[in-house]
C-alpha cells in the first residue's frame, strides 16, 4: 500500500514513517506538510502538488491541515485514517459527511489497548454505577487542551452506557458543596515529558476499583495508526473508528 503521511514533518508524522520502513506491507511515497524541511519522500505544501499514486493517507496534523488534505482525498476517493483530534462540530460534521463518498477511519486515541479499556470501562459501568467515579490524565508540559480527548471518551462511554444522569464535573474550586453521586471528576495533570497516562476509578463504601493505562512511548499511537491503515484496505465508504478494529 502506498501511503500518504499528513503532517509527516511532524512529531508522529517522523515516528510514523520511521515505523513504516519496517513494514513489508506499507511503502511511505510522500506526504503533506505546510512546514518545508529535508526528506527522503517527496513533501508537498499544497495538494494540489501531490503526483504520486496513493492508496491510504494517515493523518496526524492539526485540525485545518486535516480539512485539506480530506478534500483530496475525497477527490481522489482514497481511503483516510485521521488521527488528528480537536474538530469543531462542524468541521466533525464534514467529515462524517465526507464518509458517505470515501472510507474514513478517525479515533480520539490510536492506541489499541486505550480502546481496550473504553470497552472494559463501559462493561464495568453499570456494575459499580453506585460508586463515585472519578477519571485522571497525566500528560506532557506541551499539551494545551485538558482533560485529553482520551480523558473525555472515556467518561462520554460511561455517561452513555449508564444514562441515569451522571455528568462531567470539571471545576470543583469555586464549589462549598459535597460531592453529588452523579458527577464524574475529570482532573488533568501537566508535567515533564509524559506521553500519558488515564486512570478511571470507582470508589465504593469500603473499597476502590481502579483501571489504568500508561502510555510510555508515541510508538502506539503509530502503530494503532498502522493497524487502522491496513485494515482500510477494500472497505467500502463509511466512518470506521477503533471499535471496528478491535473487533
Aim: glycine share 6%.
Amino acid at each position: 500500500m502506498n501511503v500518504l503521511i499528513s503532517g509527516i514533518n511532524g512529531r508522529m508524522g517522523e515516528i510514523l514513517k520511521g515505523l513504516i520502513a519496517n513494514e513489508d506491507e506499507l511503502k511511505v511515497v510522500c506526504g503533506f506538510d505546510k512546514y518545508a524541511k529535508k526528506s527522503d519522500v517527496p513533501v508537498y505544501e499544497k495538494t494540489s502538488m501531490i503526483k504520486e499514486d496513493v492508496d491510504v493517507i494517515i493523518d496526524f496534523s492539526v485540525p485545518v491541515a486535516t480539512m485539506e488534505i480530506l478534500e483530496y482525498a475525497k477527490e481522489k476517493l482514497v481511503p483516510i485514517v485521521i488521527a488528528t483530534t480537536g474538530f469543531s462540530e462542524e468541521e466533525n460534521r464534514k467529515i462524517l459527511e465526507y464518509s458517505k463518498i470515501i472510507p474514513i477511519f478517525k479515533a480520539a486515541n490510536m492506541s489499541y489497548d486505550i480502546n481496550l479499556m473504553k470497552r472494559l470501562v463501559r462493561m464495568l459501568a453499570p456494575l459499580l454505577q453506585e460508586n463515585d467515579i472519578e477519571i485522571t490524565e497525566v500528560h506532557h508540559n506541551k499539551k494545551v487542551d485538558a482533560p485529553s480527548g482520551t480523558a473525555q471518551m472515556l467518561a462520554d462511554n460511561i455517561i452513555e452506557e449508564l444514562n441515569d444522569g451522571h455528568y462531567c464535573e470539571y471545576n470543583r474550586y469555586d464549589k462549598r458543596e459535597k460531592r453529588n453521586p452523579k458527577e464524574i471528576g475529570m482532573n488533568s495533570i501537566r508535567g515533564g515529558n509524559i506521553v500519558g497516562e488515564h486512570v478511571v476509578q470507582f470508589f465504593g463504601e469500603n473499597e476502590t476499583f481502579e483501571i489504568k493505562h500508561t502510555s510510555y512511548s508515541r510508538n502506539v499511537f503509530a502503530e494503532g495508526a498502522i493497524k487502522a491503515a491496513k485494515f482500510m484496505l477494500n472497505k467500502n465508504p463509511g466512518f470506521y473508528g477503533m471499535d471496528d478494529l478491535v473487533d
